[in-house]
């Protein structure tokens, strides 16, 4: 089975802190993506990377980073956190994005609460 | 935004099957058909996929009608942990092969 985890499932920070959400899975998956989940508004993209140190710009990228130095971990970086990125994180990961079927395995989520 | 169309909520009791539909009348030819499901506070958990085939795994069947515009979700017997909100999805062919969640369909299981 695939297993996709993240670092934390419940994370609270202060405005302006610098916080790291880690993704590592176990399927030797070439795709990795960074999703936020909000009320209304359902997954958006946040980032995603194709190959280790190779990084794409989702829909929504401001105000994160992200940092791919090895293949099965994926770093989601908020250099400033503040109030609006309070959030449910979700991790994704999937073979390979060249083909529509790749199907993408999800993580278990981290729930952010910015202060 | 999303492609498909589903309906908001649906119960089913347990023991028996729940059937949830989604319609897509614009799926493309070469476009998959995909369902997640996720339980509340949980990451969306990949179900079943298909192209225009009926489906079947361990967790579930997949029908889609011939003119692919809409297709079914079967779970055979439905139990408390199925109570989830359950995403239809359409899955662009392109490389940035972002998955675009609507609102799903959320289904109750009732003892």
């Known amino acids: 089975d695939v297993k996709v985890t993240q670092s934390s499932r419940y994370l609270v920070k202060r405005t302006g802190e610098k916080v790291f959400l880690e993704c590592v899975q176990d399927?030797?998956?070439?795709?990795m993506f960074w999703y936020r989940q909000d009320p209304g508004l359902g997954l958006r993209l946040i980032y995603f990377?194709?190959?280790?140190?190779?990084?794409e710009k989702g829909d929504i990228p401001e105000g994160y980073s992200v940092s791919r130095e090895k293949k099965e971990r994926f770093s989601l970086i908020l250099e400033s956190a503040s109030t609006n990125q309070t959030s449910m994180y979700l991790c994704?990961?999937?073979?390979?994005?060249?083909?529509?079927?790749?199907?993408?395995?999800f993580g278990p989520g981290t729930r952010l609460t910015v202060l | 935004d999303a492609k498909t169309t589903q309906p908001p909520s649906m119960d089913c009791a347990e023991g028996r099957a729940a059937n949830l539909p989604c319609n897509h009348s614009t799926i493309s030819g070469n476009e998959y058909v995909y369902w997640y499901r996720q339980i509340h506070s949980q990451g969306p958990q990949y179900i079943i996929h298909?192209?225009?085939n009926n489906e079947t795994n361990e967790m579930a069947s997949l029908i889609i009608t011939e003119d692919r515009k809409s297709s079914t979700l079967i779970l055979p017997h439905a139990t408390l942990r199925d109570t989830a909100v359950y995403y239809c999805i359409v899955r662009p062919e392109n490389r940035d092969d972002k998955i675009i969640f609507g609102k799903g369909t959320r289904l109750h299981i009732l003892p």
């Open positions: 990377s194709y190959d280790v140190k190779m990084k």
């Open positions: 399927m030797d998956h070439e795709n």
């Open positions: 994704a990961s999937s073979l390979s994005g060249r083909e529509s079927t790749d199907t993408q395995y």
């Open positions: 298909g192209l225009k």
